[in-house]
């Protein structure tokens, strides 16, 4: 298993356990996200970190879009005192198409012996629509700046 696959697998498996404290049924591109903001060491979690992206300031910025997101439908998150979702422990959450077209975006463009922290990073961010760029428009992120960036340390 080559160093890349190691830290993939870490990631993958990351995601899945915020993707079941989310009580989602899918692991997708926000909790990919997550998981690269929790993989210390990395290059992928340096840049984020320097561009004010630690993982708690994530989870936070990914509630705010959530009420947001609610907010837009005329829903206020305020008037509802809803009980936490309840988890399945057994059950695995699949992979969902945000999270697929994700690795797409890095596999296509990358030999896989050439694959580092980064280009997980890069197939997650280069998404135009979805909770990605949504939580990064609102955390006040350049998403074009943070790719140059994560180039940059590629």
Do not use: C, N, W
Not at 16 to 27: I, N, R
């Amino acid at each position: 298993m080559s160093r890349f696959d190691t830290y993939l697998q870490s990631v993958m498996d990351r995601a899945e356990a915020e993707a079941k404290e989310d009580s989602s049924a899918t692991v997708d591109a926000h909790h990919l996200l997550l998981a690269v903001a929790a993989q210390d060491g990395t290059d992928a979690q340096r840049v984020l970190h320097a561009a004010g992206l630690g993982y708690e300031t994530l989870k936070d910025a990914l509630r705010r879009e959530f009420a947001h997101s609610l907010a837009a439908a005329g829903v206020s998150l305020d008037d509802f005192d809803l009980p936490r979702a309840t988890q399945e422990p057994a059950r695995h959450p699949r992979l969902g198409a945000s999270s697929k077209l994700a690795m797409e975006r890095m596999a296509t463009v990358h030999r896989k012996k050439d694959l580092r922290s980064g280009h997980l990073l890069l197939g997650v961010l280069r998404a135009e629509v979805g909770t990605v760029p949504r939580t990064l428009a609102l955390a006040g992120v350049d998403r074009a700046e943070l790719i140059e960036q994560v180039r940059s340390a590629l």
